[in-house]
Protein backbone atom coordinates (compact mmCIF):
# COMPACT_ATOMS: atom_id res chain seq x y z
CA UNK A 1 0.00 0.00 0.00
CA UNK A 2 1.33 3.37 -1.03
CA UNK A 3 -1.32 5.63 0.80
CA UNK A 4 0.24 6.43 4.24
CA UNK A 5 -3.10 6.72 6.28
CA UNK A 6 -2.23 7.06 10.25
CA UNK A 7 -5.33 4.91 11.06
CA UNK A 8 -5.01 1.18 10.84
CA UNK A 9 -6.78 -0.05 7.57
CA UNK A 10 -10.30 -1.49 8.21
CA UNK A 11 -11.26 -5.32 7.29
CA UNK A 12 -12.09 -4.59 3.49
CA UNK A 13 -9.37 -2.22 2.90
CA UNK A 14 -6.75 -5.33 3.85
CA UNK A 15 -8.87 -7.93 1.82
CA UNK A 16 -8.19 -6.29 -0.80
CA UNK A 17 -4.71 -4.59 -0.07
CA UNK A 18 -2.84 -6.43 3.07
CA UNK A 19 0.65 -8.45 1.59
CA UNK A 20 0.51 -7.25 -2.06
CA UNK A 21 1.74 -4.29 -3.83
CA UNK A 22 2.67 -4.28 -7.50
CA UNK A 23 5.02 -6.42 -8.44
CA UNK A 24 8.56 -4.95 -8.16
CA UNK A 25 10.54 -6.41 -11.24
CA UNK A 26 7.59 -5.55 -13.81
CA UNK A 27 4.60 -3.21 -12.16
CA UNK A 28 1.75 -5.57 -12.38
CA UNK A 29 -0.54 -4.47 -10.57
CA UNK A 30 -1.94 -7.81 -9.84
CA UNK A 31 0.36 -10.24 -7.61
CA UNK A 32 1.82 -12.38 -10.63
CA UNK A 33 2.06 -16.36 -10.27
CA UNK A 34 5.62 -16.81 -9.41
CA UNK A 35 5.45 -20.45 -11.12
CA UNK A 36 8.78 -21.70 -10.06
CA UNK A 37 10.27 -24.20 -8.29
CA UNK A 38 13.49 -22.53 -7.13
CA UNK A 39 14.80 -19.57 -6.74
CA UNK A 40 18.49 -18.06 -7.80
CA UNK A 41 21.46 -17.75 -4.66
CA UNK A 42 22.63 -14.14 -4.88
CA UNK A 43 26.09 -15.86 -3.73
CA UNK A 44 27.37 -18.94 -1.50
CA UNK A 45 27.12 -17.09 1.52
CA UNK A 46 23.51 -15.96 0.76
CA UNK A 47 22.92 -19.36 0.01
CA UNK A 48 24.25 -20.85 3.35
CA UNK A 49 22.61 -17.73 5.34
CA UNK A 50 19.02 -18.77 3.99
CA UNK A 51 19.71 -22.80 4.95
CA UNK A 52 20.95 -21.99 8.20
CA UNK A 53 17.51 -19.51 8.81
CA UNK A 54 19.77 -16.59 9.08
CA UNK A 55 18.70 -14.76 6.68
CA UNK A 56 15.11 -14.31 5.39
CA UNK A 57 14.81 -15.38 1.69
CA UNK A 58 13.17 -18.36 -1.18
CA UNK A 59 14.98 -21.11 -2.01
CA UNK A 60 12.39 -23.87 -2.78
CA UNK A 61 9.25 -23.79 -3.62
CA UNK A 62 7.66 -26.37 -0.84
CA UNK A 63 8.93 -24.26 1.88
CA UNK A 64 8.53 -20.43 0.54
CA UNK A 65 6.94 -18.88 -2.73
CA UNK A 66 6.51 -15.09 -3.13
CA UNK A 67 2.65 -15.84 -4.58
CA UNK A 68 1.55 -17.85 -1.38
CA UNK A 69 3.78 -15.31 0.55
CA UNK A 70 1.46 -12.48 0.03
CA UNK A 71 -1.93 -14.92 0.42
CA UNK A 72 0.19 -15.47 4.01
CA UNK A 73 0.69 -11.64 4.92
CA UNK A 74 -3.03 -10.48 3.63
CA UNK A 75 -4.95 -13.98 5.81
CA UNK A 76 -2.42 -13.28 8.88
CA UNK A 77 -3.36 -9.51 8.75
CA UNK A 78 -7.32 -10.70 8.51
CA UNK A 79 -7.30 -12.51 11.23
CA UNK A 80 -5.05 -10.53 13.15
CA UNK A 81 -2.03 -12.92 13.84
CA UNK A 82 1.44 -12.87 13.93
CA UNK A 83 2.55 -14.57 10.97
CA UNK A 84 0.13 -17.21 8.69
CA UNK A 85 1.61 -20.01 6.34
CA UNK A 86 -0.52 -21.47 3.42
CA UNK A 87 -0.29 -25.56 2.75
CA UNK A 88 -2.05 -27.60 0.43
CA UNK A 89 -5.21 -28.13 2.28
CA UNK A 90 -7.48 -27.74 5.09
CA UNK A 91 -6.32 -30.98 6.42
CA UNK A 92 -2.93 -30.37 5.67
CA UNK A 93 -3.32 -27.02 7.79
CA UNK A 94 -4.61 -29.40 11.10
CA UNK A 95 -1.82 -32.02 10.39
CA UNK A 96 1.19 -29.70 10.21
CA UNK A 97 -0.27 -27.68 13.38
CA UNK A 98 -0.60 -31.09 15.01
CA UNK A 99 2.84 -32.81 14.24
CA UNK A 100 4.24 -29.41 15.19
CA UNK A 101 2.66 -30.00 18.41
CA UNK A 102 2.43 -33.52 19.40
CA UNK A 103 4.86 -36.64 20.13
CA UNK A 104 3.80 -40.04 20.06
CA UNK A 105 1.91 -40.58 23.27
CA UNK A 106 0.49 -37.20 23.41
CA UNK A 107 -3.38 -36.36 23.41
CA UNK A 108 -5.44 -33.45 22.64
CA UNK A 109 -8.78 -32.32 23.55
CA UNK A 110 -11.04 -31.87 20.14
CA UNK A 111 -14.78 -30.74 19.68
CA UNK A 112 -17.28 -33.61 19.39
CA UNK A 113 -18.54 -30.94 16.84
CA UNK A 114 -16.69 -31.00 13.71
CA UNK A 115 -16.23 -31.38 10.19
CA UNK A 116 -16.32 -35.42 9.63
CA UNK A 117 -13.59 -34.98 7.65
CA UNK A 118 -11.40 -33.77 10.58
CA UNK A 119 -13.10 -36.51 13.03
CA UNK A 120 -12.01 -39.41 10.59
CA UNK A 121 -8.65 -37.35 10.58
CA UNK A 122 -8.64 -37.22 14.40
CA UNK A 123 -9.68 -41.08 15.00
CA UNK A 124 -7.91 -43.25 12.97
CA UNK A 125 -4.98 -41.33 10.67
CA UNK A 126 -3.55 -39.61 13.72
CA UNK A 127 -3.70 -43.13 15.95
CA UNK A 128 -0.91 -44.29 13.95
CA UNK A 129 1.40 -41.25 15.07
CA UNK A 130 0.25 -42.02 18.82
CA UNK A 131 -1.89 -38.50 18.93
CA UNK A 132 -4.80 -39.24 21.02
CA UNK A 133 -8.04 -37.58 20.64
CA UNK A 134 -10.11 -37.19 23.53
CA UNK A 135 -13.66 -36.00 22.38
CA UNK A 136 -15.57 -33.71 24.41
CA UNK A 137 -18.68 -31.57 23.88
CA UNK A 138 -18.10 -28.03 23.35
CA UNK A 139 -21.78 -26.60 24.86
CA UNK A 140 -20.76 -28.70 27.87
CA UNK A 141 -17.19 -26.95 29.48
CA UNK A 142 -16.97 -29.35 32.31
CA UNK A 143 -16.63 -32.14 29.20
CA UNK A 144 -13.78 -30.43 28.27
CA UNK A 145 -11.98 -29.63 31.53
CA UNK A 146 -12.68 -33.70 32.22
CA UNK A 147 -10.75 -34.16 29.18
CA UNK A 148 -7.30 -32.43 29.95
CA UNK A 149 -4.52 -34.70 30.98
CA UNK A 150 -1.24 -34.28 32.03
CA UNK A 151 -0.44 -35.66 28.36
CA UNK A 152 -2.57 -32.87 26.55
CA UNK A 153 -1.32 -30.31 24.02
CA UNK A 154 -4.17 -28.84 22.53
CA UNK A 155 -7.58 -28.14 22.20
CA UNK A 156 -9.19 -28.18 18.61
CA UNK A 157 -12.55 -26.54 17.81
CA UNK A 158 -14.53 -24.81 15.24
CA UNK A 159 -15.97 -21.46 15.50
CA UNK A 160 -18.76 -22.10 13.68
CA UNK A 161 -19.28 -25.58 13.69
CA UNK A 162 -19.76 -28.26 10.32
CA UNK A 163 -22.56 -29.48 9.33
CA UNK A 164 -24.76 -28.07 12.72
CA UNK A 165 -23.84 -24.34 11.98
CA UNK A 166 -22.89 -24.10 16.02
CA UNK A 167 -21.15 -21.64 17.97
CA UNK A 168 -18.37 -22.58 19.96
CA UNK A 169 -17.73 -20.09 23.19
CA UNK A 170 -14.29 -19.02 22.74
CA UNK A 171 -13.70 -17.10 25.30
CA UNK A 172 -14.49 -19.55 27.84
CA UNK A 173 -12.65 -22.71 25.90
CA UNK A 174 -9.43 -20.15 25.51
CA UNK A 175 -9.40 -19.74 29.52
CA UNK A 176 -9.57 -23.75 30.28
CA UNK A 177 -6.65 -23.73 27.24
CA UNK A 178 -4.86 -21.29 29.46
CA UNK A 179 -5.00 -22.73 32.59
CA UNK A 180 -4.10 -26.41 31.04
CA UNK A 181 -1.21 -24.18 29.37
CA UNK A 182 -2.03 -25.80 26.08
CA UNK A 183 -3.02 -23.79 22.61
CA UNK A 184 -6.10 -23.34 21.63
CA UNK A 185 -6.66 -24.02 18.26
CA UNK A 186 -9.33 -23.02 16.19
CA UNK A 187 -10.89 -23.96 12.85
CA UNK A 188 -12.64 -21.12 11.58
CA UNK A 189 -13.24 -22.27 7.92
CA UNK A 190 -16.83 -21.71 7.79
CA UNK A 191 -16.77 -17.96 9.87
CA UNK A 192 -13.73 -16.68 8.03
CA UNK A 193 -12.00 -13.74 9.83
CA UNK A 194 -15.07 -11.35 8.39
CA UNK A 195 -17.35 -12.45 10.76
CA UNK A 196 -15.17 -13.96 13.79
CA UNK A 197 -11.93 -13.43 14.81
CA UNK A 198 -11.14 -16.40 17.27
CA UNK A 199 -7.46 -14.76 18.18
CA UNK A 200 -9.33 -11.43 19.35
CA UNK A 201 -11.27 -13.93 22.07
CA UNK A 202 -7.49 -15.61 23.10
CA UNK A 203 -7.50 -18.57 20.59
CA UNK A 204 -3.37 -19.27 19.70
CA UNK A 205 -4.04 -20.72 16.49
CA UNK A 206 -6.02 -20.51 13.66
CA UNK A 207 -6.15 -23.07 10.46
CA UNK A 208 -8.78 -22.61 7.37
CA UNK A 209 -9.61 -24.71 5.02
CA UNK A 210 -9.74 -22.23 2.35
CA UNK A 211 -11.27 -24.11 0.03
CA UNK A 212 -14.23 -23.18 1.40
CA UNK A 213 -15.40 -19.41 1.94
CA UNK A 214 -11.96 -17.74 1.64
CA UNK A 215 -11.43 -18.84 -1.95
CA UNK A 216 -15.39 -18.62 -1.80
CA UNK A 217 -15.66 -19.94 -5.46
CA UNK A 218 -15.00 -24.47 -5.45
CA UNK A 219 -12.43 -24.06 -7.75
CA UNK A 220 -9.41 -24.74 -5.74
CA UNK A 221 -8.00 -26.80 -2.88
CA UNK A 222 -6.03 -24.71 -0.06
CA UNK A 223 -5.64 -24.33 3.98
CA UNK A 224 -3.88 -22.00 6.25
CA UNK A 225 -2.40 -22.17 9.63
CA UNK A 226 -2.22 -18.68 11.29
CA UNK A 227 -0.29 -18.10 14.29
CA UNK A 228 -1.75 -15.81 17.46
CA UNK A 229 1.63 -14.70 18.30
CA UNK A 230 0.52 -15.17 21.81
CA UNK A 231 1.45 -18.56 23.41
CA UNK A 232 5.06 -19.20 25.77
CA UNK A 233 6.54 -22.28 23.53
CA UNK A 234 9.31 -21.53 25.84
CA UNK A 235 7.64 -21.79 29.30
CA UNK A 236 8.65 -25.45 29.80
CA UNK A 237 9.53 -28.08 27.53
CA UNK A 238 6.33 -29.56 26.44
CA UNK A 239 6.81 -28.36 23.16
CA UNK A 240 10.18 -29.60 21.82
CA UNK A 241 9.94 -28.54 18.40
CA UNK A 242 9.88 -25.03 19.61
CA UNK A 243 11.54 -24.96 22.57
CA UNK A 244 14.54 -27.65 21.96
CA UNK A 245 17.60 -26.95 19.99
CA UNK A 246 17.07 -28.11 16.29
CA UNK A 247 19.77 -30.11 15.02
CA UNK A 248 19.39 -29.41 11.67
CA UNK A 249 19.46 -25.64 11.95
CA UNK A 250 22.63 -25.39 13.80
CA UNK A 251 21.16 -26.32 16.94
CA UNK A 252 19.06 -23.17 16.83
CA UNK A 253 16.26 -22.80 19.13
CA UNK A 254 12.79 -22.07 17.28
CA UNK A 255 10.86 -20.57 20.27
CA UNK A 256 13.41 -18.48 21.04
CA UNK A 257 14.75 -17.09 18.07
CA UNK A 258 11.27 -16.19 16.16
CA UNK A 259 9.66 -15.20 19.38
CA UNK A 260 5.84 -14.45 18.58
CA UNK A 261 6.19 -16.40 15.11
CA UNK A 262 8.13 -19.15 16.20
CA UNK A 263 4.95 -21.29 15.68
CA UNK A 264 4.27 -20.55 11.75
CA UNK A 265 8.26 -20.76 11.32
CA UNK A 266 8.42 -24.41 12.85
CA UNK A 267 5.30 -25.54 10.53
CA UNK A 268 7.23 -24.27 7.69
CA UNK A 269 11.03 -24.98 8.15
CA UNK A 270 9.80 -28.12 9.74
CA UNK A 271 6.75 -29.42 8.93
CA UNK A 272 6.19 -28.30 5.71
CA UNK A 273 9.95 -28.75 4.95
CA UNK A 274 9.55 -32.27 5.77
CA UNK A 275 6.04 -33.50 4.70
CA UNK A 276 5.80 -31.28 1.82
CA UNK A 277 2.15 -30.52 1.35
CA UNK A 278 2.48 -27.36 -0.43
CA UNK A 279 -0.02 -24.82 -1.70
CA UNK A 280 0.50 -24.77 -5.76
CA UNK A 281 1.01 -20.86 -6.63
CA UNK A 282 -1.95 -20.99 -8.93
CA UNK A 283 -3.90 -21.67 -5.97
CA UNK A 284 -2.70 -18.97 -3.94
CA UNK A 285 -3.56 -16.88 -7.05
CA UNK A 286 -7.03 -18.01 -6.83
CA UNK A 287 -7.30 -17.60 -2.88
CA UNK A 288 -5.83 -14.20 -3.05
CA UNK A 289 -9.00 -13.13 -5.93
CA UNK A 290 -11.53 -14.90 -4.19
CA UNK A 291 -9.98 -12.78 -0.95
CA UNK A 292 -10.76 -9.37 -2.25
CA UNK A 293 -14.59 -9.94 -2.13
CA UNK A 294 -14.60 -12.43 1.03
CA UNK A 295 -16.56 -8.93 3.12
CA UNK A 296 -19.50 -8.76 0.19
CA UNK A 297 -19.80 -12.11 -0.11
CA UNK A 298 -20.05 -13.36 3.82
CA UNK A 299 -22.57 -10.36 3.92
CA UNK A 300 -24.54 -11.54 1.32
CA UNK A 301 -24.03 -15.62 2.18
CA UNK A 302 -25.58 -14.51 5.67
CA UNK A 303 -28.17 -12.12 4.29
CA UNK A 304 -29.41 -15.29 2.24
CA UNK A 305 -29.11 -17.64 4.70
CA UNK A 306 -31.13 -15.85 7.05
CA UNK A 307 -34.02 -15.44 5.34
CA UNK A 308 -33.75 -19.33 3.71
CA UNK A 309 -33.47 -20.44 7.68
CA UNK A 310 -36.64 -18.18 8.07
CA UNK A 311 -38.80 -19.43 5.42
CA UNK A 312 -37.23 -23.07 6.47
CA UNK A 313 -39.03 -22.46 9.86
CA UNK A 314 -42.16 -22.32 8.72
CA UNK A 315 -42.76 -24.72 6.18
CA UNK A 316 -44.87 -27.57 7.10
CA UNK A 317 -42.58 -30.42 6.00
CA UNK A 318 -39.98 -28.94 8.36
CA UNK A 319 -39.54 -30.47 11.55
CA UNK A 320 -36.40 -28.03 12.89
CA UNK A 321 -34.08 -25.58 11.79
CA UNK A 322 -30.75 -25.01 13.31
CA UNK A 323 -28.95 -21.65 12.32
CA UNK A 324 -27.29 -19.60 14.96
CA UNK A 325 -28.95 -16.49 13.48
CA UNK A 326 -32.48 -17.63 13.96
CA UNK A 327 -33.84 -15.45 16.81
CA UNK A 328 -34.99 -18.25 19.72
CA UNK A 329 -32.30 -20.78 18.35
CA UNK A 330 -29.67 -22.75 20.88
CA UNK A 331 -26.87 -20.87 19.49
CA UNK A 332 -28.35 -17.31 19.02
CA UNK A 333 -26.94 -15.53 21.56
CA UNK A 334 -23.51 -16.73 21.59
CA UNK A 335 -23.95 -15.51 18.04
CA UNK A 336 -24.68 -12.18 18.74
CA UNK A 337 -21.13 -12.20 20.83
CA UNK A 338 -19.26 -13.69 18.58
CA UNK A 339 -20.45 -12.93 15.10
CA UNK A 340 -22.74 -10.07 15.13
CA UNK A 341 -22.61 -9.43 11.68
CA UNK A 342 -24.13 -12.56 10.43
CA UNK A 343 -23.84 -16.69 11.79
CA UNK A 344 -22.63 -17.69 7.79
CA UNK A 345 -24.23 -19.62 5.33
CA UNK A 346 -23.94 -23.23 6.41
CA UNK A 347 -26.72 -24.64 8.59
CA UNK A 348 -29.35 -28.06 8.74
CA UNK A 349 -32.72 -28.90 9.30
CA UNK A 350 -34.85 -32.01 9.43
CA UNK A 351 -37.18 -33.44 7.58
CA UNK A 352 -40.59 -34.61 8.90
CA UNK A 353 -40.21 -37.96 6.55
CA UNK A 354 -36.31 -38.73 7.82
CA UNK A 355 -34.31 -40.81 6.21
CA UNK A 356 -35.77 -41.03 2.82
CA UNK A 357 -37.29 -37.35 2.35
CA UNK A 358 -33.86 -36.28 2.85
CA UNK A 359 -33.08 -38.45 -0.19
CA UNK A 360 -35.65 -37.05 -1.95
CA UNK A 361 -35.38 -33.24 -1.63
CA UNK A 362 -31.62 -33.56 -2.86
CA UNK A 363 -33.03 -35.38 -5.87
CA UNK A 364 -35.76 -32.77 -6.80
CA UNK A 365 -33.81 -29.18 -5.73
CA UNK A 366 -32.77 -27.78 -9.13
CA UNK A 367 -30.50 -24.62 -7.85
CA UNK A 368 -29.01 -25.94 -5.60
CA UNK A 369 -26.05 -28.56 -6.31
CA UNK A 370 -25.86 -31.71 -4.55
CA UNK A 371 -22.17 -32.03 -3.72
CA UNK A 372 -19.48 -32.45 -0.62
CA UNK A 373 -18.32 -28.80 -0.41
CA UNK A 374 -19.71 -25.84 1.50
CA UNK A 375 -18.40 -21.86 1.08
CA UNK A 376 -18.81 -21.38 -2.57
CA UNK A 377 -21.09 -18.78 -4.45
CA UNK A 378 -23.40 -21.49 -5.64
CA UNK A 379 -25.96 -22.77 -3.15
CA UNK A 380 -24.87 -26.71 -2.36
CA UNK A 381 -26.88 -28.83 -0.42
CA UNK A 382 -26.11 -32.74 1.09
CA UNK A 383 -28.04 -34.92 2.73
CA UNK A 384 -24.87 -35.61 5.81
CA UNK A 385 -26.15 -39.04 6.68
CA UNK A 386 -25.96 -40.97 3.43
CA UNK A 387 -22.62 -39.05 2.59
CA UNK A 388 -20.16 -36.96 4.42
CA UNK A 389 -20.75 -38.28 7.85
CA UNK A 390 -21.52 -42.26 6.99
CA UNK A 391 -18.19 -43.57 8.04
CA UNK A 392 -19.57 -42.02 11.78
CA UNK A 393 -21.57 -44.43 14.08
CA UNK A 394 -25.00 -43.47 14.54
CA UNK A 395 -23.71 -42.15 17.98
CA UNK A 396 -20.82 -39.65 16.20
CA UNK A 397 -23.27 -38.73 13.48
CA UNK A 398 -26.04 -37.58 16.09
CA UNK A 399 -23.23 -35.64 17.90
CA UNK A 400 -21.79 -34.37 15.17
CA UNK A 401 -25.52 -33.12 14.02
CA UNK A 402 -25.87 -34.73 11.28
CA UNK A 403 -28.91 -37.15 12.44
CA UNK A 404 -30.95 -39.41 9.62
CA UNK A 405 -33.51 -37.09 9.07
CA UNK A 406 -30.85 -33.70 8.72
CA UNK A 407 -29.96 -31.93 5.55
CA UNK A 408 -27.01 -29.12 5.64
CA UNK A 409 -27.43 -26.22 3.15
CA UNK A 410 -24.34 -23.99 2.39
CA UNK A 411 -26.33 -20.79 1.12
CA UNK A 412 -24.58 -19.08 -2.26
CA UNK A 413 -25.16 -15.97 -3.11
CA UNK A 414 -27.57 -15.82 -5.65
CA UNK A 415 -30.97 -13.82 -5.17
CA UNK A 416 -32.83 -15.52 -1.76
CA UNK A 417 -36.26 -15.29 -3.61
CA UNK A 418 -34.58 -17.66 -6.36
CA UNK A 419 -33.38 -20.26 -3.41
CA UNK A 420 -36.22 -20.34 -1.28
CA UNK A 421 -38.72 -20.86 -4.96
CA UNK A 422 -36.45 -23.98 -5.83
CA UNK A 423 -36.70 -25.31 -1.82
CA UNK A 424 -40.43 -24.94 -2.20
CA UNK A 425 -41.04 -26.75 -5.54
CA UNK A 426 -38.54 -29.55 -4.32
CA UNK A 427 -40.25 -29.99 -0.65
CA UNK A 428 -43.64 -29.98 -2.28
CA UNK A 429 -42.45 -33.45 -3.68
CA UNK A 430 -40.79 -34.94 -0.67
CA UNK A 431 -43.79 -37.35 0.72
C1 LIG B 1 -13.44 -28.77 4.37
C2 LIG B 1 -13.05 -28.56 5.77
C3 LIG B 1 -11.81 -28.99 6.26
C4 LIG B 1 -10.82 -29.74 5.40
O1 LIG B 1 -10.33 -28.90 4.41
P1 LIG B 1 -9.82 -29.42 2.95
O2 LIG B 1 -9.42 -28.16 2.28
O3 LIG B 1 -10.97 -30.11 2.30
O4 LIG B 1 -8.69 -30.35 3.23
C5 LIG B 1 -11.51 -28.73 7.57
N1 LIG B 1 -12.37 -28.09 8.38
C6 LIG B 1 -13.57 -27.66 7.95
C7 LIG B 1 -14.49 -26.96 8.87
C8 LIG B 1 -13.96 -27.88 6.63
O5 LIG B 1 -15.16 -27.47 6.21
Same mark, same amino acid.
Given at each position: ???Q ?23 A ?13 ? &? ?53 T ?7 ? &? ?24 W ?108 P ?59 R??E ?22 L?? &? ?12 ? #? ?40 ? #? ?28 E &? ?16
Open positions: MTDTPKAPGFSTLAVHAGAAPDPATKRITPIYQTASYVFE &DVDHAASLFGLQAFGNIYTRITNPTNGVLEERVAALEGGSAALAVASGHAAEFLFHTLMQPG &DEFVASNKLYGGSINQFNHSYKNFGTPKWADPDDLASIEAAISPRTKAIFIESIANPGGIICDIEAIAKIARRARVPLIVDNTLATPYLMRPIDYGADIVVHSATKFLGGHGNSIGGLIVDGGSFDWMADTRYMLSSPRPEYNGMVLGQTFGNFAFAIACRVLGLRDLGPSMAPFNAFLFLTGIETLPLRMQHSNALAVAQHLSNHDKVKWVSYAGPG &DRYYNLAKKYCPKG #AGAVFTFGLKGGYDAGIALVKNLKLFSHLANVGDTRSLVIHP #ASTTHRQLTDEQKTAAGAGPDVVRLSVGI &DAADLIADLDQALASVA
